[in-house]
């Protein structure tokens, strides 16, 4: 109830700010003679005052009201005039009530509590709502609104009553209705009332709406009773609705991680037939890119925060694409037709550029700030999604798409895919394959690269990051299909599903291993994946 | 017919091999137990843990080197084979602290007293019997590799496929094993060892009772596998490694040769774990790690793919450079055995047994030209380390196939 009841308070501040000072200064000494006769005593008398204050329907004298319910209102015993105070050292430090200004300081004997029961007590916070529900500022007559369908006060019903006459925002007129429905199924009020009042909250459908409906079942009977039940039948199943699209959301965006990390592997991996170990550590660098990248802003050019993102995703690509090339020029081309001595050997590479990273950054996790836009949430009808999460989808797709452009329009990708069929044939034609190689191995790295941008955002930035992502993206590109993008989306998207719906059930790490277990079957049915190449490629 | 196999599985090299087995596991406890400590031949404790340790790693490598060396199978998940025999006698070494626990709980180990559990979970019953413990560290791994293998097999999931899913594997045990809830340790893993056997597990003779057992285990296994790989059925297997459809379209069951060889490998794998616990008194979680696995695959690379010794020295060395880096130089280690991966595929494909070997048969096959030129006119002998095998008896051949490892594809 304090939580309320402070939550009132806050109201009644907003409405005071908002409804401007100009209003309140010209109507300050009108009020205050109001104000000064609640220190008449008797607790009937004071009520009635309160009833006067409130029938003048200002909101400047919300926060009065509120410091007599917290027991905050004191008046001074020489001229009886009335000030909110709080201790200060021996005495109070006292708050003019209604301009909220400093008042000077009183000693401890000369000002005395107004003192308040819980009739009065109630009484103040049905006023405190009435007041606040006729608000200027349309979000306070909301906040108002949803106090009173939180405590289901009947008290309240007027007010509404009142308000909703007078509300002309067709939100906040919703959701007084529901308080409205709210207070009227805990009053006494007539079963058609309370019918149609149900109905109001089944419209509603959220989780308050059903655990005020299944009290009312248990309380209730007759008609208003069935009602109740039906429309609790019918919140659950919206509310499954909503809970499955929540879980298909949160799959998306974890399929959405794991398609960026694994999409430079379906490159190296599935069109190159190369198997980089040492993928998950081009990813580590370009999320330490990204970090050197803030460091150098927030050292040199602070204002630039929010587009460091933007800076450090060229300079990612550029980095873990050179490493890329130097590890194949260095290593990789030497074991061509050799996959297991590869996966050897750049497991290897992934050890030093671990212990690499180790010895610049130290093992320790590293901070890597998120810019304004990514910070953050908004709400779709039951479902909240963070900024972040929203565009690192948005990003993954940027992503694939650019990367299918790439490998479809351009004449490098047409090389590409050349090499890829029929390595001779392509040679024969004039094609430089070594280059080729090089460059695509380039092209998978440096996407591995921007992948760690978008993941420091989310992730942990530390030497063993690549590694948290390396098998998981091996089972993206091998579920997929090997050599085939498509495969890899599909593949990524299946996965952070599955293991959203599973992670309810079997939690988390249950459920990774299910999906391990699953993958590994999976393969034995369809060695070669979802999407697999068909015809003379597979032979190569 | 049994001592012609054996027999076969016997040359110079393996006698070598074995001479020095035997002196090691003579010598070393000796060295330990019976010369007194100010001397210069006295093996300190820890040397002789250390050097059990080192024998159970050498077993693992024979294990791996056994289904990649001679097979083609790159495992990347022969730790959790490993880890699965760690456990089981880990297990058994829990039930025999008793009431000497924390605790004092007659059934329960620490832990699930910890965790607030009643019952002892069915999974633990029989482990306070030393023969089903041991039998479990056979038929755990054992029975895994096979349920395992027959599906990857007969659905002939092979190269870097295979690799990836064993990796899968060990990554979903090591996941498992984590939870509290599994009934293993959780985290913290199984350790607080007090006896097996009844002999103290801290106590110098039980100490070197153990190097001893590791030492014979290595050399039974050695011989085992020496056996199997010098028979017609090793010749079966070199075949599937080297072209693995021709075998199949000579008519050979492939996918059987295989799973036998697969699941002996993964039950030698699981007795070197039963060994490696009570030596370091400890098992966990962590040695699930798929990163193990593939250290283990350096050692064989490092000592020679598809020579049995190599992989027994490759297992030690890199073992003893690990010691000695990460006490002296820990920051270089993992550099070193980055740049160890990259140099031995690159320089090294035969490793350090099979390049020496080759140089050596190069030598000698130039000697013999060298004397036919000269017109000596003596009919060569056969090649040195195979009198046994025919097939490889020609002069154009300048290894023997089995340390000439190709991969499948």
Known sequence: MSLLKSFLLFIGLMACAVSGPSFAQSDAEALRPLINDLAKGKYAETEKQIGELVATGDPAVAPALEALGEGDLYFRKSDRMVFIAHKAGKGYALTDPLTLEPAGEAGRREVTKIKVNNKLRRVLRSALGSLTLMAADPQVRQAAAQAIFKAQDPEGIDALNAALAAETDDGVRKVMEEARAAAVLNSDLDDAQKLEAVRTLSDMGNRDALSLLIGVQSSADGAVRDAATQAITKIRKSIAAWDAAQNIWYGLSLGSVLLLAAIGLAITFGVMGVINMAHGEMVMIGAYVTFVVQELIRTSAPGLFDYSLFIALPLAFLASGLIGVAIERGVIRWLYGRPLETLLATWGISLILQQAVRSIFGPTNREVGNPEWMSGAFEIGQMTITYNRMWIIVFAMLVFTGLMLVLKKTPFGLYTRAVTQNRRMAASMGIRTPWVDAMTFGLGSGIAGIAGVALSQIDNVSPNLGQGYIIDSFMVVVFGGVGNLWGTLVGAMTLGIVNKFLEPYAGAVLGKIFVLVIIILFIQKRPRGLFALKGRAVEA | ?409
Request: glycine share 10%; aromatic share 14%.
């Open chain 2, 1 to 409: 017919m049994m001592s012609s196999f054996l027999f076969r599985a016997m040359d110079a090299r393996a006698g070598i091999f074995l001479a020095i087995m035997a002196a090691v596991i003579i010598l070393i406890p000796a060295g330990n137990l019976l010369v007194p400590e100010g001397s210069a031949f006295h093996v300190p404790n820890y040397a002789l843990t250390l050097m059990g340790k080192y024998l159970t790693y050498a077993l693992l490598a024979l294990a791996v080197d056994l289904v990649w060396g001679y097979c083609g199978i790159l495992s990347l998940g022969h730790a959790a084979f490993f880890a699965l025999g760690g456990y089981a006698m880990g297990m058994y070494l829990m039930r025999q602290i008793g009431t000497r626990g924390v605790y004092g709980d007659p059934n329960l180990p620490d832990f699930m007293v910890f965790l607030n559990w009643q019952e002892l979970p069915w999974y633990w019953y029989g482990f306070d019997m030393f023969w089903f413990a041991a039998l479990m560290v056979l038929l755990v791994p054992g029975f895994l590799a096979f349920v395992f293998g027959w599906f990857a097999f007969r659905s002939r999931v092979t190269g870097v496929y295979l690799s990836i899913i064993t990796q899968a594997l060990t990554y979903a045990l090591l996941l498992a094993f984590f939870r509290n809830d599994m009934g293993f340790g959780g985290n913290n893993g199984l350790t607080d060892f007090k006896d097996i056997l009844g002999f103290n597990i801290q106590a110098d003779t039980t100490r070197a009772g153990l190097f001893v057992a590791s030492g014979l285990a290595l050399v039974i296994c050695f011989i085992i596998c020496r056996s199997i790989t010098r028979s017609k059925l090793g010749k079966v297997l070199v075949a599937v490694r080297d072209a693995e459809s021709r075998t199949r379209f000579l008519g050979y069951r492939v996918e059987h040769y295989k799973l036998f060889v697969w699941t002996l490998s993964a039950m030698m794998a699981g007795i070197a774990g039963a060994l490696y616990v009570p030596q370091v008194g400890i098992i966990n979680p962590g040695e699930f790690d798929p990163a193990n696995s593939i250290e283990v695959v350096i050692w064989v690379a490092v000592g020679g793919r598809g020579t049995l010794v190599g992989a027994v020295l490759g297992a030690v060395l890199v073992n003893f450079a690990k010691t000695w880096f990460t006490g002296a130089l820990p920051d270089i280690w993992l550099f070193a055995l980055g740049g160890l991966f990259v140099f031995v595929t690159l320089f090294l494909p035969k490793g350090i047994v099979g390049t020496f070997s080759q140089g050596w048969t190069a030598l000698r096959q130039r000697r013999i030209s060298q004397a036919l030129e000269a017109g000596s006119g003596e009919a060569p002998d056969a090649p040195p380390h195979s009198p046994s095998a025919p097939a490889n008896v020609t002069h154009a051949t300048p290894a023997p196939k089995a340390t000439d490892p190709q991969p499948a594809e």
